[in-house]
C-alpha cells in the first residue's frame, strides 16, 4: 500500500522559534497533499491543501503567514511553523493523493508530527 | 457543505461485549465516500473501511461489520465481541469524488473497551 512519511515524529521547540515538519510519499507520486492539525480530544481539522508547484489553499481562519506550506516535488510537503507559540502546540498531520491512481477520494496519511512549543 | 456527526463521545464497554459507533452525514453530492479510522493513542490514523454511496452493501470483516444506510444517511460501525485492544478513538469521515473534494471528518468516538 501507499506510503506517506513525517518527519520529525515530534519536536519541542521555544517560543518564536521556527520549525519545520517534512511529509513525503515513499512510493507514489502526491499531487495533492494536505494538511491537518488536531488539538487533544478533538477532530482533525483540514488546515491547508497543497498541489505540486502551485501555492497551498488554507482553509479559513488558517494563517497563511503563520503556516508556509511548500510542495516542490511530487513526494515532499513542508510545513513550516513561524514564530511558534505554546497555543500552535498541537499534533500535525499530513496526508496524500495518489495523483495517478484516478482515484480522487483516497488519502493516505502520515503518522502525524507532535509539536510542542515551550 | 458536509457534515459528519458522532452524537457518541465516548462508550465504555468490558471485554467481550459488542458495540456499535453511530455515524449521521449530509452531503449534497450524488456520489461520495464514507471511510472509517481508528487512531490508537499513539495518533497514527489507521484505515479501517471505505464505501462509495452506490454500495449499499453491509460489509463484514472479522469482528467488524458496517451497516450502510442511505435512507438514513447512516454508517455504523459495529465491533462484535470487543477486545481491549480495540480501545481507541474512532473517526468517520466523508468526501467526494471530485479533485477539489476534501475529506471532512466527524468528531470522533472514544472507545474505552476494559478486561
Redesign the interface.
Known sequence: GAVVSQHPSWVICKSGTSVKIECRSLDFQATTMFWYRQFPKQSLMLMATSNEGSKATYEQGVEKDKFLINHASLTLSTLTVTSAHPEDSSFYICSARDGHSGASYEQYFGPGTRLTVT | AQKVTQAQTEISVVEKEDVTLDCVYETRDTTY?LFW?KQPP????V?LI?RNSFDEQNEISGRYSWNFQKSTSSFNFTITASQVVDSAVY?CAL?????Y???T????T?LLVSP
Open positions: 465516500y479510522y499513539s495518533g497514527e490514523l484505515f471505505r473517526f468526501t467526494g469524488i471530485s479533485g473534494s476534501t475529506l471528518f466527524g468528531k470522533g472514544m
